[in-house]
């Protein structure tokens, strides 16, 4: 189960990336993507895979050493939840980051490697957003 929920991690929330990536100007997309709610299933993913090994992940997060993380990390329930984890908050993010940048005109031409980024080394994606959005104000309606 854990072999399976790790290979459908990404894919529940590849959609979600496609859209604001490929379509950041369909009104669909804005819709969707408006909601907090397309982290649901990842969240969901990592919920069942921390409650199948709670014993083990516990102690882990309640006193973390670098061991204890490691150790954790390197089980497959460990893994798999570190990758929902992941999964997740980078959504959560490059959904910010894409939705601030339609506020700020950022063009999507801009901000389509910058979600690529979030994607895959997410905090720099972030890092990267925070130093290009510094360069757009917030539009305002006349």
């Given amino acids: 189960m854990t072999g399976f929920l790790f290979s459908i ?15 950041p100007h369909w009104s669909w997309t804005r819709r969707i993507a408006g909601s907090p709610w397309i982290v649901l299933p990842p969240l ?9 090994a709670f014993t083990e992940v516990l102690p882990a997060v309640a006193q973390p050493t670098l061991g204890g993380v490691r150790d954790l990390l390197g089980t497959a329930d460990g893994a798999a939840a570190g990758w929902a984890h992941f999964i997740a908050f980078d959504l959560f993010v490059g959904r910010w ?12 031409l ?23 959005r510094t360069r757009f104000a917030v539009k305002t309606a006349p």
């Fill in 9 to 23: 991690t990404f894919l529940v929330a590849a959609p979600f990336w496609a859209l604001m990536i490929l379509l």
């Fill in 110 to 132: 801009l901000m389509a490697p910058i979600l690529l980024l979030t994607i895959l080394l997410g905090p720099l994606g972030l890092l990267v957003y925070l130093l290009v």
């Fill in 44 to 52: 969901l993913i990592y919920g069942a895979l921390v409650a199948g």
């Fill in 97 to 108: 980051a894409y939705l601030d940048s339609r506020e700020r005109e950022i063009p999507a």
